[in-house]
């Protein structure tokens, strides 16, 4: 198969010493089986039974005994600013945008399309290039796309949907409505 040390083993926020960090942007934190390089060259293979989001913090621990450090490693961001802090974090965990929440903005990918939204809301935004370490949703596992729940506490045996309709004016005397739904 391979004679790269394989991690199979995953400390969530671990206290651990570790031997070697290995930077990953917010994408590439979402892995299961995969070959990684640490920052002083050694690689090995991930291999974990299932596709887990990894975070700033975490510890790999390889075959060979040592332990990688999982950190955030700096990516493309937009840094939103303005009055009413809330209501923009509203509009962006609406379109299930993942969103890191500092105490004086909010901080999410570099997307075109939600930074024109959160403009025309009225934020301030700022391209920046950070560590991206959004929330974790509301059962605290990694990743709020796709309404995925899989294996949380949040499993409950059925299934349901909702949707939602909006319309809104717009300056060139014309209306449309949106609609969407999606199962979870």
């Known amino acids: 198969m391979t004679d790269l040390p394989i991690a199979q083993t995953l400390h969530r926020k671990a206290a651990h010493d570790t031997d070697a960090i290995c930077r990953l942007d917010y994408a590439a934190r979402f892995l299961r089986r995969k070959r990684l390089t640490t920052e002083d060259g050694r690689a090995f293979v991930v291999d974990l039974p299932q596709t887990t989001s990894l975070d700033d913090g975490d ?10 450090a999982i950190r955030a490693a700096e990516e493309a961001v937009l840094e939103v ?5 809330a209501r923009l974090a509203w509009h962006i965990g609406n379109r299930h945008t993942p969103c890191q929440i500092e105490s004086d903005h909010l901080k999410i990918q570099n997307d075109p399309v939600i930074r024109h939204m959160l403009e025309h809301q009225g934020a301030e935004i700022t391209a920046a290039t ?4 959004p929330e974790g949703g509301a059962y605290g ?11 949380t506490a949040h499993s409950h045996g059925h299934s349901h949907s909702h949707a939602h309709t909006h319309q809104h004016e717009h300056g060139h005397a014309e209306s449309h409505s949106h609609s969407h739904s999606h199962d979870h």
Not at 81 to 85: C, D, I, Q
Not at 130 to 133: D, N
Not at 142 to 147: E, I, K, N, S, V
């Open 59 to 68: 510890v790999l621990e390889l075959s060979d005994g040592s332990r990688v």
């Open 81 to 85: 600013r303005g009055a009413n802090l």
């Open 130 to 133: 950070a560590p991206f370490t």
């Open 141 to 151: 596992h990694g990743r709020t796309h796709a309404h995925e729940h899989g294996a």
